[in-house]
């Protein structure tokens, strides 16, 4: 269970929000599918079995989706903040492959009519390769997804056993194969680190990955989040624990071999074709969050849903799924644009660390050190930089 939201202030009853910024001319879609048919032993994420989700049907789910669809319109509206369009979409989870295509399509039609779909608009969806079917994806694409995010997290068998996952490299191969004929444009998620991966197992991962001659690799440090399951195994000394340091070779390992396959890194775990939903949350552009727990960022505003899926569609019905918003200040902005835009290789711009107040010193030790670089009005993180990018953030901020 993903632990808990925010405390912010009441969602308005005028269902206005008031602008911290100016708005952007488009804005960005994530729509939360919160089912799964079981839960993987390190998951944090807002997401639920049927059996914990007592009277929320999932063949009934979008019709929920679909009526936030129409309240976000009504808000955004009233609050002067009308986009000219939808520049990004993203189907994620839980596990958006549970749909039925006519689902997904209704979902779009509705962001379709109520607010467009801007020039080249990138929909993706998120799919586990067990849940992945020829028939699904030909439904999906013909609804209009054009990108699809494949769960493969590894290619060893004793990995997939430790996360729990359902899947095989067959389901793998089989779901990446169906969406090349396809034509999607296609994403691999991997996930290094899980107890007992070896050196030799994340090399083998890496290299059957690139077999599929995928357009995007997202590869992500396994984090160990409390209360979950595998907390609890390391915990009692049943699995060992993460090696911070061989996840460090890893990283530098998968990041020279995805480079030399033409998957150039854009941030820390990113590379390939550049995600433009992605890239939307590291250059904090607008984008509203659909569904149980969804999180919204809209013109200096950050409000988040009732997270469990009943009491979302409670709440729905009674007038605003809502649960909480924070104003952003005009410091917490640039502290989120620094945070944000220094982990992908664009970086930021020099003025935003004289805006904050950085230590010139704390810059040029950074930079003497190899961990930043400059380009021109530009500074990023080396790639010797990338793993410390937090730190940095925190030290720069002190």
């Known amino acids: 269970m993903a632990g808990p939201l925010p405390i912010g202030e009441k969602w308005p009853e005028s269902n206005q929000l008031q ?21 993987c032993g390190y998951c944090d ?5 049927q059996q914990e989700m007592p009277g929320v049907a999932l063949a009934e789910f979008h019709l929920a989706l679909i009526e936030e669809i129409r309240f976000s319109k009504s808000v955004l509206d009233a609050s002067g903040l009308s986009p000219s369009g939808i520049s990004s979409i993203f189907f994620g989870g839980g596990t958006p492959s549970l749909f039925a295509s006519k689902q997904i399509k209704l979902i779009l039609d509705a962001l379709q009519s109520s607010f467009g779909f801007a020039p080249g608009c990138e929909i993706t969806m998120e799919a586990n390769p067990e849940s992945t079917t020829a028939e699904l994806l030909s439904g999906v694409r013909e609804a209009g997804v054009n990108r699809l995010s494949v769960g493969v997290q590894s290619y060893d068998p004793a990995v997939l056993k430790v996360l729990d996952r359902q899947h095989n490299a067959g389901n793998i191969n089989s779901a990446l194969g169906a969406a090349k004929s396809l034509d999607f444009r296609t994403s691999l998620d991997l ?8 050196y030799e197992s994340w090399q083998e991962t890496i290299s059957r990955s690139l077999e599929l001659q995928t357009d995007h690799v997202s590869a992500y440090s396994l984090i160990v989040e409390p209360g979950t399951k595998l907390a609890r195994q390391i915990s009692k000394g049943e699995l060992e624990a993460v090696n911070e340091d061989l996840n460090a070779d890893k990283y530098e390992w998968a990041t020279e071999q995805l480079e030399a ?18 890239l939307a949350y590291w250059q904090s552009k607008n984008w509203w969050g659909y569904g149980p727990g969804a999180h919204s960022h809209i013109a200096g505003n950050r409000f988040w849903n009732q997270k469990h899926p009943a009491r979302y569609q409670q709440a729905l019905e009674a007038g605003s799924p809502a649960a909480g918003l924070e104003r952003l ?48 009005d530009q500074i990023a993180v080396t790639k010797q930089g990338r793993l410390l990018v937090d730190r940095l953030v925190v030290d720069f901020l002190q």
């Open 19 to 39: 602008p911290q910024n100016s708005a952007n001319e488009t804005f960005h879609v994530y729509v939360h599918v919160p089912f799964c048919t079981v839960r």
């Open 45 to 49: 994420f807002n997401t639920y079995t």
């Open 191 to 198: 996930i290094y680190g899980a107890p007992g991966e070896s």
């Open 261 to 278: 396959a033409g998957l150039p890194w854009y941030e820390v775990s990113n590379f390939g074709e550049i995600a433009q939903h992605n």
């Open 329 to 376: 200040s005009e410091r917490q902005q640039l502290e989120e644009s620094l945070m944000l835009g220094l982990r992908t290789k664009f970086g930021v711009p020099r003025k935003l660390l004289s805006q904050l107040d950085v230590d010139p010193l704390k810059v040029a030790e950074q930079l003497s050190l190899g961990y930043l670089s400059l380009h021109g």
